[in-house]
């Protein structure tokens, strides 16, 4: 069984400041895991991901993720916010046993940028 | 371009109408799946497909029905629509390795 809790459905930071979003996960077997971000009115998309590679993993709009096995954690970070950041973001956790693939999703951190 | 198209993107219907909504991918993937996106609760799976002709039920399958006679092709089948169906619905699909999903863009649907 795997699972995701995104702690606080809603972040607001100032323009320029850091952007920290929060995520902790379960899984019996090691994950895969990811961040997704959805801007107003469209679908979901890629942001980053870690694969048991690196575990700072670095991904677009100047996002990364580290993640951190004893803390069961993939929070997201940007060093500094910008307008075009405000969108609704989720972690999600895949099982890396293969055959029945599954992505599941948390329930989301709505992020807005006060100008 | 690689992409995901789900139809309609918006639809409003009765209860008890039978309706479908499409998805179709140009990418070859072998998994394709269905959500449904609900407020506070986040995006959860109503069924996925490993390959063509292999489907299973995902954690909200109750009131849904897929199938997958073409690999690019998984539609999503309301039989009889009632109002707790109203919801935001997106169709992905991902090749096996790596495993990363490609979305549409969603199809709002409204039961009323």
């Known amino acids: 069984a795997q699972s995701v809790t995104q702690l606080g459905s809603h972040v607001s930071v100032s323009e320029g400041a850091l952007v920290l979003l929060r995520c902790n996960y379960s899984?019996?077997?090691?994950?895969?895991l990811f961040w997704y971000v959805q801007y107003p009115n469209q679908g979901l998309q890629l942001l980053l991901k870690?694969?048991?590679?690196?575990?700072l993993v670095k991904g677009i709009n100047g996002f990364e993720a580290e993640f951190k096995k004893s803390e069961t954690s993939f929070h997201l970070t940007k060093p500094s916010a910008h307008m075009s950041d405000a969108a609704e973001y989720f972690c999600?956790?895949?099982?890396?046993?293969?055959?029945?693939?599954?992505?599941?999703f948390g329930t989301g951190t709505r992020l807005t940028i006060i100008p | 371009e690689a992409q995901v198209t789900q139809n309609p993107r918006y639809l409003i219907t009765v209860t008890g109408k039978k309706l479908t909504v499409t998805c179709s991918q140009n990418?070859?993937?072998?998994?394709m799946s269905w959500y449904r996106q609900d407020p506070g609760l986040g995006l959860r799976q109503i069924y996925y497909?490993?390959?063509?002709?292999?489907?299973d039920k995902g954690d909200v399958p109750e009131g849904y029905k897929v199938s997958r006679k073409e690999k690019r092709n998984f539609p999503l089948i309301l039989e009889s629509p009632s109002p707790n169906q109203t919801s935001l619905y997106f169709c992905?699909?991902?090749?096996?390795?790596?495993?990363?999903?490609?979305f549409g863009a969603g199809s709002r649907l409204t039961v009323l």
């Open positions: 992905a699909s991902s090749s096996r390795e790596p495993f990363v999903l490609t």
């Open positions: 899984s019996s077997v090691p994950p895969y």
């Open positions: 870690y694969t048991s590679a690196a575990t």
């Open positions: 999600a956790v895949s099982a890396k046993d293969f055959g029945n693939e599954k992505l599941t």
């Open positions: 990418m070859n993937h072998e998994y």
């Open positions: 497909s490993m390959n063509v002709e292999v489907t």
